[in-house]
């Protein structure tokens, strides 16, 4: 079929309908004219030549220089769209169309417009240089989305902008490079996400918006990626691992990660290296692996619930609990206390909640940060009540030694007193409710009166100290 008399084709152009039928490739690349116009490339794709039987019919061009927009917006493209190492003078325009397959490899194009584009196969940019965006809005991928190898440059605004895409057959960025980030807010994710070795750069800004995003299988953020600007993915859903493995996140002086409100299986934050404030609030996770030399100096854990923690030692855990910079709270001591319970670890179950009441003191007002060190010192908040057998045991001692050398006087007729025993009346002082009759028949004098007064205000301090620990513990909320 010859070409409508209205295009005027050039060679190129001639070599390019012709091979259209039976879906030949076409190379350019060495012709002393490499150049095709676009509207021919649309013709094409829109149907303009009818394929040859028994062929499957493409539009395949390599080396080619494409003038004008290759604009088939809206329209059916029936066949496949393969460009390699083509030079595009305009931003294609797929927006709202429904195509096969379409691939631009190895391209240097000024942008890209998929809005609402639906492919049966899979959309490729992969070593592509894009000096502009890539729209994808509501696009819907069947066959998958590569963009490996691919540079993609908006400084000042966002590099991908594609909010609620979907893709059904896996997402592939590897070694890919954006600047200006990339924002995927609502999207799907089937098949699983990969950017190994991807750098995003939007300093001050979101490197990687994908807040509410649902990934199926594997989302991998690892293996030498890097991101200089916050990694946002609140209220994201991971139906599997989530990692970070050997990655660099940089957003100094801002947050980091915004990884709060989450729920994955299994999650992996195993750094090389972040700077910034990581949030895990109110996320849910399966399995969380990382350890102390990974963990961020500003980690927020509020809310936070897992039912495994790996990496590092349990009892570096509660380091792990005190980073937040916006002060105490109780809930991750509480949550690392269970854990530690349910693992068999009861000492450290003690410890956690022992650290969450000395951190919790920085927050009371003076009379109770008062109290609240004396029931840390006496009795360990009741979580170690042989401390109060030992200041007991050592002021029971002291008052036996004094007492014994500086014996108090009778103040009973001497058929009337017991014999004095000064560890008994010393014990005697100690305990709150006298029993054993020595404190009211003997009368200490001069100096160790006051002695004999010590005793008896902390006696009643043990026994309030040891009251009031053993009752947080049973009652620890």
């Known amino acids: 079929m010859d070409a409508p008399p209205d295009l005027e084709l050039t060679e190129p152009e001639r070599r390019l309908w012709a091979a259209y039928p039976t879906g030949e490739r076409v190379d350019v690349g060495s012709a002393a004219d490499r150049t095709v116009r676009a509207e021919v490339i649309a013709r094409l794709l829109l149907g303009a030549r009818a394929p040859r039987p028994g062929h499957v019919p493409a539009v395949r061009l390599r080396g080619a220089r494409i003038a004008g927009c290759l604009d088939v917006s809206g329209g059916t493209v029936g066949c496949e769209l393969r460009l390699e190492g083509c030079e595009l003078a305009e931003a294609p325009d797929f927006s709202n169309a429904e195509a096969r397959q379409v691939r631009l490899n190895d391209c240097v194009l000024p942008g890209f417009d998929g809005g609402g584009l639906r492919t049966d196969g899979y959309l490729s940019l992969s070593g592509c240089f894009v000096n502009g965006q890539v729209k994808l809005v509501r696009a819907r991928i069947t066959g998958g989305f590569r963009m490996n190898g691919t540079k993609i440059t908006n400084s000042g605004d966002w590099g991908l902008f594609a909010g609620a895409l979907t893709v059904e057959a896996g ?19 089937g098949g699983g996400f990969f950017l190994y070795g991807a750098i995003l750069h939007a ?3 979101d490197a990687l918006d994908g807040g509410n995003m649902i990934v199926e299988d594997a989302m991998e953020c690892s293996r030498g990626f890097t991101a200089t600007g916050s990694i946002k993915l609140r209220g994201a859903r991971v139906n599997g691992t989530l990692s970070f493995d050997q990655a660099t996140v940089h957003a100094p002086g801002g947050r980091a990660m915004q990884l709060s409100h989450m729920q994955v299986d299994e999650l992996i934050l195993a750094l090389t290296e972040v700077t910034g404030e990581v949030s895990l609030v109110y996320s849910r996770v399966g399995v969380l692996l990382d350890g102390p030399r990974h963990w961020a100096a500003e980690l927020r854990l509020n809310g936070l619930t897992y039912e495994s923690l790996r990496g590092g030692e349990a009892a570096d855990r509660l380091n792990w609990v005190n980073r937040d910079p916006r002060g105490f709270h109780a809930q991750p001591y509480e949550q690392l206390a269970a854990w ?8 450290l179950a003690r410890r956690a909640q022992l650290a969450k009441l000395r951190a919790r003191r920085a927050t009371q007002g003076w009379t109770a940060r008062m109290w609240s060190r004396l029931l840390d010192l006496t009795v360990g908040y009741g979580y170690r009540p042989s401390r109060a057998a030992l200041w007991f045991g050592l002021l029971l001692a002291i008052g036996t030694v004094v007492f014994s050398l500086h014996p108090p006087h009778s103040i009973k007729p001497a058929d009337e007193r017991p014999h004095f025993s000064a560890f008994a009346y010393t014990l005697d ?11 009211d028949a003997w009368d200490p004098a001069g100096w160790t009166q006051w002695l004999a007064y010590g005793l008896i205000g902390a006696g009643w301090l043990l026994a309030s100290a040891l009251i009031a620990g ?4 049973l009652r620890p909320n």
């Open 171 to 189: 997402t592939y960025w590897r070694k890919a490079e954006i600047i200006g980030g990339a924002r995927l807010t609502g999207a799907r994710m």
């Open 203 to 205: 300093p001050g800004l």
């Open 340 to 347: 530690y319970r349910g693992g068999g670890h009861e000492i």
């Open 429 to 439: 002082l100690l305990v709150p409710i006298s029993a054993f009759g020595q404190r």
């Open 470 to 473: 053993v009752t947080r513990v």
